[in-house]
């Protein structure tokens, strides 16, 4: 949670101005921030911390319509 804000910006920076220089070769990186950021949404959610994961939610959001790393891992990492 102390590193949210950080987080957060990573994603929006990669999910508006580097989409287009995402590619294959990004793919572990965008898999290692997923996971990194699911992991704070499961703690958002065990601290009754909404706005942290409603903002978690929207950067998935923005990753599945810009089609930023393994969509189909994304879906089930958040199955899980």
């Given at each position: 949670?102390?590193?949210s804000a950080l987080?957060?910006?990573t994603c929006?920076?990669?999910g508006t101005n580097l989409k287009e220089k995402?590619?294959?070769n990004f793919s572990q990186?965008?898999?290692t921030l997923s996971s990194i950021l699911l992991r704070l949404y499961d703690q958002a959610i065990s601290d009754?911390?909404?706005e942290v994961s409603n903002k978690c939610l929207d950067i998935?959001?923005?990753f599945f319509e810009n089609r930023i790393g393994r969509v189909m891992a994304l879906a089930k990492?958040?199955?899980r």
């Open positions: 949670m102390p590193y987080i957060f910006e929006k920076e990669i995402i590619c294959d990186f965008t898999d009754k911390n909404k998935w959001d923005v990492a958040i199955e």
